[in-house]
Structures are given as C-alpha cells and as structure tokens.
C-alpha cells in the first residue's frame, strides 16, 4: 500500500470508536446468561428435563426437587421454552466461569397426603 494511502487509513482509524467492546461490558438484553429457577411456581411436570440437550437438568416429581447442574447447561433456552409456569427464565447476567460440577438443588414441601378411604364423608 502506498504511504499515502497509508497514512489516510491510519488517521481515520485515529478518530474511529472502536469496533470492539473492552471486558467488563454490559450484557444485551437478549443476551443468554444463565438460567434461573423459581420453586415457587415449578409444577414438577419433568418437561424441562426431557428437553435438556446435555442433561444438566434432573426433575423427581414424587419427591418434588428440582436440580441443576451449571457446568453442563450450554444455555441453550430449551428448558425456558417449554416452561408452561414460567419457573424458568434466561437472565442476562452471565454466571461465573466454572470449572467443577456445581449442582444447586430445590425442594418444594411435599403436597398434602391423598385422602384415605377412612377420610371421606360417610355416604361419598
Ligand atoms: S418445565 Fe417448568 S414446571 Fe415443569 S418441572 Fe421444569 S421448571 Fe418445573
Ligand atoms: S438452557 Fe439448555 S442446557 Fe441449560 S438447563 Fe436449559 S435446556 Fe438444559
């Protein structure tokens, strides 16, 4: 390249807001940070379980605990969309590096104990 072409390359370049964006920086909105639970709403319908690629996901619905493992998940948004209650939501916040397995676990309390035959109304 000729100096002259040169030198009008590098001093646009001079003057120019970088292409790039320096770490730490704001998340975007859509941006896939990390996956977050909420027990409260969580019907334990195994859903998000089943539609997990790499199985970072564990649901047991009869001891009603729901279990996440953060090293596996890819962020995909598999499990967000088939969420019916919207227990599962995408944050935009991305979740420290991680190097281990860090498995977090939620127990909702157990329902109430079917009705026995013996607690029904006479008659019913
Ligand atoms: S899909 Fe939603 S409601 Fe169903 S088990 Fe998963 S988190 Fe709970
Ligand atoms: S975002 Fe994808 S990988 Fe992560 S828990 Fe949900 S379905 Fe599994």
């Known amino acids: 390249m000729p100096f002259g072409k040169l030198a ?31 027990v409260d709403t969580c019907t334990f319908c195994t859903l998000c379980m089943r539609k997990c690629p790499p199985g970072a996901i564990t649901v047991d619905r ?3 605990t729901f279990e996440i493992d953060y090293l596996r998940c890819i962020v995909c948004n598999a499990c967000v969309g088939v969420c019916n209650p919207k227990s599962l939501t995408m944050s935009n916040v ?16 157990a329902p109430a104990p079917a009705a026995k035959p013996a607690d029904k109304p006479a008659g019913a």
Not at 96 to 107: C, I, L, S, Y
């Open 8 to 38: 009008t390359v590098a001093l646009k370049s001079a003057f120019k807001t970088p292409a790039t964006r320096v770490k730490p920086r704001e998340p975007f909105a859509a941006t896939r940070g990390q996956i977050v639970y909420n």
């Open 62 to 64: 009869v001891a009603r």
């Open 94 to 109: 991305i979740g420290e590096a991680r190097t281990d397995h860090q498995v977090r676990r939620w127990h909702k309390d």
